[in-house]
């Protein structure tokens, strides 16, 4: 794609802005019709498909957040003049043509779509049909403005198409895709893992763990454990697992306090052999692929280990490599936990929920990432860019 000033890409962003305030009642008419459509009123899709005032509010704001940062093309990583006198300069490029696919979350047809942009990136949005509604108007709002601009609507283009033609677009695109982000459940990456020929970033998935130390304040380990678990059911940030350190004082006490707070938060309870020991009316873990699995629900497992290698091993087995915790007074311990535990964001007596582009100061994110390459956690604006080197010579030839 051509490359744009920053001057004209901000100039984008903000009759975007303008025109989102513009039409938001027609947007969230739009959303309604979508959430009539879904015919459910509760549970993690639902809570993602819904928009609103303050959600536009929210897709606004982001556009915002992005239009401020400093454009990410073009910035020099590295410099330095050879002995042979040729002059070498590493700068970031866009990447060209990124594709997204994700569940539900029409706001996401927002936030995408501004950080390609402002990174001079062309995106395709794969959103799923229980939001299309939403996703059309919204993508009819970026080609106004970037017509508005004197730019081209194919800049942000909304793919509606069913399975069997997304299975042939991500095996035969109509471009080069050089990023393919898939933004959703187990499923969703496994499809399009399988069938794409383009680079695919991994993203969405959570199954978070926090675990608690013998030498954890348990008053704070209660109150992570309540807004990681209860705060956003939908969030890829949410936590499902709870590992209880067997040699933590008052060990018996601490865990049925653990029950009636879920209790009272009207949060399911699952145990493994041990935990049920002590909290014998539970439902046991029915087996392995449960430390495997994303709740999405008001649901948690609760288990019992023997030492933080126990933990870590654990952790390191079963998570989704997004967030963990531990609850320790015990910064040696922590600092420990945090080098070994192989997860995108590891945390000392802090909620997973953090785990979001907005909350580390990131921005607007495209995807929380749990793959290795080319980066990890939050693909903010700076991390939707690649490099190139500029290599200056004057007659120079290799002997």
């Given at each position: 794609?051509k490359?744009?000033k920053t ?10 802005m ?28 639902f ?5 609103n ?23 020099t990583?590295s ?6 006198g ?7 490029a866009p ?17 995408a779509?501004?950080l ?9 949005l794969?959103?799923?049909k ?15 403005a970037?017509k508005?601009?004197?730019l ?40 399009v ?19 608690v ?7 704070i ?43 009272e938060?009207?949060?399911e ?9 002590v909290l014998?009316d539970?439902?046991k873990?029915p ?60 945390y000392?007596?802090a909620s997973?929920?953090?785990t ?19 980066h ?6 700076k ?8 290599v ?8």
């Amino acid at each position: 794609m051509k490359l744009l000033k920053t001057k004209v890409k901000n100039s984008v962003l903000k009759s975007m802005m303008k025109i989102l305030d513009v039409r938001r009642e027609e947007i969230i008419k739009a959303n309604k019709a979508d959430l009539e459509a879904f015919g459910e009123t509760e549970g993690a899709m639902f809570d993602r498909l819904i928009l609103n005032d303050k959600k536009v509010d929210g897709m606004i704001l982001s556009i915002k957040e992005v239009m401020d940062q400093d454009d990410p093309v073009g910035q020099t990583i590295s410099h330095r003049i050879l002995d042979s006198g040729l002059d070498i300069t590493n700068k970031t490029a866009p990447f060209g043509n990124i594709m997204i696919i994700y569940e539900s979350r029409p706001d996401v047809t927002i936030e995408a779509a501004v950080l390609a942009f402002k990174a001079n990136n062309k995106i395709f949005l794969k959103g799923g049909k229980e939001a299309i509604r939403s996703n059309e108007l919204l993508v009819a709002c970026w080609h106004e403005a970037l017509k508005e601009n004197g730019l081209d609507t194919n800049w942000v283009e909304l793919l509606n198409l069913n399975r069997k033609e997304t299975q042939e677009f991500l095996k035969n695109p109509p471009v080069q895709l050089d990023l393919i982000v898939p933004r959703g459940g187990e499923r969703l990456i496994a499809f399009v893992k399988e069938h794409a020929t383009g680079a695919v970033l991994v993203s969405g998935r959570g199954n978070n763990f926090l675990y608690v130390s013998p030498e954890a304040d348990f008053e704070i380990a209660k109150k992570v454990i309540l807004n990681a678990k209860t705060d956003k059911i939908s969030g890829c940030n949410a936590l499902d697992k709870v590992l209880i350190d067997n040699k933590l004082p008052d060990y018996e006490n601490k865990l049925k306090e653990l029950q009636l707070m879920m209790k009272e938060h009207k949060v399911e309870i699952l145990v493994d052999d041990e935990v049920s020991n002590v909290l014998k009316d539970e439902s046991k873990i029915p087996g392995e692929d449960t430390w495997h699995e994303e709740f999405l629900s008001m649901k948690i497992a609760l288990g019992a280990v023997d030492g933080l290698d126990d933990a870590i091993d654990k952790i390191n087995h079963f998570s989704g490599g997004h967030s963990a915790v531990i609850i320790t007074k015990n910064k040696e311990e922590a600092l420990e936990f945090m080098q070994q535990v192989d997860s995108a964001a590891v945390y000392h007596n802090a909620s997973t929920r953090f785990t979001d582009g907005g909350q580390m100061g990131v921005g607007a994110e495209l995807a929380i990432s749990t793959d290795k390459l080319h980066h990890r956690g939050p693909l903010g604006l700076k991390q939707l860019v690649t490099n190139k080197y500029f290599v200056l010579g004057d007659g120079h030839i290799r002997e």
